[in-house]
């Protein structure tokens, strides 16, 4: 994100997008987690998808599935021309971003972002997102790191392999594919397989 520090409190940047509040509801995109764990009160949920940013598994995490000392890895939305991210979209009111801008508040900023549904209406709505210049940010590993990064994490959330495995079959049951989260989540059942061998 342009002029964000890597001290930047998210939670008083993201308390300055005021965009919605005067809106009774707004439509909010999940790309991670929120499409499995949805600890809120929501008016409506459906399957949708962003074009231009890809999903990748590239943001730190020091609160949820790893530890300050040794972060985790959680999803992020990275631009990149033509892509499809597919996810779930919440409809919620104004109020419930302070408990979710507290639950994201290790790098992510919400955006602006059109958000397309299933039958071809188009939204405007928001996502939380980690911009390369948060101090969580790790940046660009191969799917195999990755795996190995997440096998041997775990935070106050619980082990990071079941983020990725519920974010998997979360997306499987959806009948959407993400070939980026598909081989992590190869290669981590690859390494569990072996460790009993
Ligand atoms: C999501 O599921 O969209 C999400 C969850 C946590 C942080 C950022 C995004």
Known sequence: MQGMSANTNTIAVNKTMDLFDDHDSVWLFGYGSLIYKADFPYIERRPASITGWTRRFWQGSHDHRGTPEAPGRVVTIIEEADAICHGMAYLVTPEEFAHLDYREKNGYLRLPIAIHFDDGREVTGLVYIATEDNTAFLGAASEQEIARHIARSAGPSGPNSDYLNHLAVALREM???????????????????????
């Not at 009948?175 to 061998?197: N, W």
């Open 175 to 197: 009948g959407k594919s993400d070939p980026h989260v598909f081989e992590i989540e190869r290669h981590l059942a690859a390494l569990s397989t072996s460790a009993l061998e």
